[in-house]
């Protein structure tokens, strides 16, 4: 085999690989470099019903006047809040408000005319495209955008209009507009304690034009050398 001929071949190897290099570029660019999301599921019928508490959530309590009693209160791996003063509450199935009228109920027999603030914080994922990705105690009456602020903000590669609700492994249709989906709390979204919010990947990215580019520029250089 002469020297031509395997410059040649070397040529159009060095090509394939190029050519294969981009291709792996453009395809990892179209999906986002991401897994697909879950299939959508419908929303479930008592998405907004009586919020209640699981364990790992916490409860704020605020009593104004009395700052003995302020903190916030973690419900057990039992359903167990424990409070100073009343003692043990178990929530198991226990809408928030009958949890608050108990609390101000046992608190008003003991403090008269005293001002209490009950705040219900639940756990919740957010994670994706933000910069502190983790768990988190959110207070219902936030947004989704106030919850991914909490975590650090959306990373400059996230498509905020693409949030996502992840709940039981199944994503969980939420309005897509995105100025309701600004101003709604997640009370009113029918966010649950141990829900996922998921900020996704935009398809295409600085990172991925870069790679994408730099394969092509590589098609071009061996194609521009062996001619």
């Given at each position: 085999m002469t020297a031509?001929?395997?410059?040649?071949?070397?040529?159009?190897?060095?090509?394939?690989?190029?050519?294969?290099?981009?291709a792996a570029a453009m395809s990892a660019a179209a999906c986002g470099g991401a897994p697909p999301p879950p299939a959508p599921g419908p929303l479930v019928a008592d998405s907004v019903g009586p919020l209640a508490l699981r364990p790992g959530d916490v409860v704020k309590i605020q009593v104004f006047g009395h700052d003995e009693l302020n903190g916030e209160y973690p419900v057990d791996e039992?359903?167990?809040?424990?409070?100073?003063?009343?003692?043990e509450i178990n929530v198991r199935e226990m809408a928030v408000a009958d949890l608050r009228r108990r609390i101000r109920a046992e608190f008003g027999q003991l403090y008269t005319q005293s001002f209490i603030s009950i705040i219900?914080?639940?756990?919740?994922?957010?994670?994706?495209?933000?910069?502190?990705?983790?768990?988190?105690?959110?207070?219902?009456?936030?947004?989704?955008?106030?919850?991914v602020a909490t975590a650090g903000g959306a990373t400059r590669d996230a498509k905020s209009s693409g949030t996502r609700l992840i709940r039981g492994g199944q994503q969980v249709q939420v309005p897509v507009d995105a100025a309701w989906l600004a101003r709604a709390t997640l009370r009113e979204l029918g966010v649950r304690s141990g829900d996922q919010i998921v900020m996704p990947r935009r398809a295409l990215t600085s990172?991925?034009?870069?790679?994408?580019?730099?394969?092509?520029n590589t098609v071009l250089l061996a194609y521009t050398i062996f001619r």
């Open positions: 031509i001929s395997l410059g040649r071949m070397h040529m159009r190897r060095l090509l394939v690989a190029a050519a294969l290099l981009a039992n359903y167990l809040l424990l409070l100073p003063i009343i003692g219900p914080l639940f756990r919740v994922a957010v994670l994706g495209e933000v910069n502190r990705p983790g768990l988190y105690s959110v207070d219902p009456t936030m947004t989704i955008y106030d919850v990172n991925d034009w870069w790679v994408l580019l730099t394969a092509l």
